[in-house]
């Protein structure tokens, strides 16, 4: 046996590395897409018009009421023309409304029918009730993941992208530093760009012109023009665009080849953002898995400055 005395433990980043690897080999129990997730996959239609977008947005935030309205009851709650709806259901492949209703009402039943336990306990107070909402996020997150091979082929495209860029705008500036900050530890040239305007033209035509590839955006509510101009901008670079968001539908998402879209927590004046962090870790971890070996030589070199330069406190 070798004698592996001079080799040094890996740093606890390190260890984390290796051991959470995403695998897609496992078997994992059947598990139903979220009752949202069902609806986005449902109503993924290249070019809906903005009346049909408004009516999908509306059906899939108000499912448990929605499937039951009559066509003139929805029409009044989407501001839209009978007709409209008709012609939406006939867009999104039913042959008329009532076929769309009998599909909606089997989604919502099956979801009324697993949360009536749920529904009797305590609702507690405000507080309590935007964290219950988070939990559904994330729960309906943990449903989507099920089957990680979208994750796990995405966050392979962007650990091979150099540059990288990442874009988040106005509120959507926080989890585009977080997710920059922890990729720059596993990837060599990571680009952030959280202004605007001429600014991030700028910076995404360099990415490209540097050999760039991808974008990981975001683009969280309240969702800025600006963001759909610098998505348009890059798409017309050449640069593929990845998008986190709480929308899978609107003009953001049309323009994305990739789109993660997951719920926000709005019960509070501000929102919050527990489920899009989570799909943040999961493509940090899926572009870590993508090259392990540079992976774990980067995170080495890291913890040596770190500790030359004493980064961090001792735990």
Same mark, same amino acid.
């Given at each position: 046996m070798g004698d592996n005395s001079g080799a040094s433990a890996p740093s606890p980043q390190q260890a984390r590395a290796q051991a959470s690897a995403i695998t897609s080999g496992r078997a994992f129990a059947a598990a139903e897409p979220a009752p949202a997730s069902q609806l986005r996959a449902l109503f993924d239609r290249p070019r809906l018009s903005p009346g049909h977008r408004r009516i999908a947005q509306y059906l899939? =935030?108000?499912? #448990? =009421?929605? !499937? %039951?309205l009559s066509i003139t009851e929805l029409a009044d709650r989407v501001g839209v023309s009978q007709p409209s709806v *008709?012609? %939406?259901?006939?867009?999104v492949g039913f042959s008329g409304y009532p076929a769309l209703r009998e599909k909606l009402q089997s989604i919502a039943l099956r979801t009324l029918a697993g949360g009536a336990d749920a529904a009797e306990e305590e609702r507690g107070n405000e507080l309590q009730a935007a964290v219950d909402a988070e939990i559904e996020n994330l729960e309906n997150l943990r449903r989507d993941?099920?089957?990680? +091979?979208?994750v796990i082929a995405v966050g392979r495209e962007l650990s091979r992208s150099a540059p990288l860029t990442v874009l988040g705008l106005r509120i959507s500036v926080s989890l585009a530093e977080y997710f920059a900050y922890a990729a720059r530890?596993?990837?060599?040239? $990571?680009? /952030?760009?959280?202004?605007?305007? @001429?600014?991030a033209y700028d910076a995404l035509l360099q990415s490209r012109e540097a050999g760039g590839t991808w974008? /990981? #955006? %975001?683009?969280?509510?309240?969702?800025?023009?600006?963001?759909?101009?610098? $998505?348009?901008?890059?798409?017309g670079a050449g640069l593929k665009v990845a998008l986190i968001t709480d929308l899978a539908l609107g003009p953001v998402a049309d323009e994305a080849d990739v789109t993660f879209a997951t719920g926000t927590g709005s019960r509070l004046v501000f929102d @919050?953002? !527990?489920?899009? +962090? $989570?799909?943040?870790?999961?493509?940090?971890?899926?572009?870590?898995?993508?090259?392990? &070996?540079? *992976?774990? #030589?980067?995170? &080495? &070199?890291? =913890?040596?400055?770190?500790?030359?330069?004493? %980064?961090?406190?001792?735990d």
């Open positions: 899939i =935030e108000n499912l #448990a =009421e929605a !499937a %039951f *008709t012609r %939406f259901a006939g867009a993941f099920a089957d990680p +091979g979208r530890r596993i990837h060599p040239d $990571v680009r /952030l760009v959280t202004r605007g305007g @001429s600014v974008v /990981l #955006a %975001f683009s969280l509510p309240r969702h800025a023009h600006e963001t759909l101009t610098a $998505v348009r901008v890059a798409r @919050s953002y !527990a489920a899009p +962090g $989570v799909v943040c870790a999961a493509l940090l971890q899926a572009m870590t898995d993508a090259d392990p &070996e540079r *992976t774990q #030589a980067r995170l &080495e &070199e890291y =913890e040596q400055l770190a500790d030359q330069h004493q %980064f961090f406190l001792k």
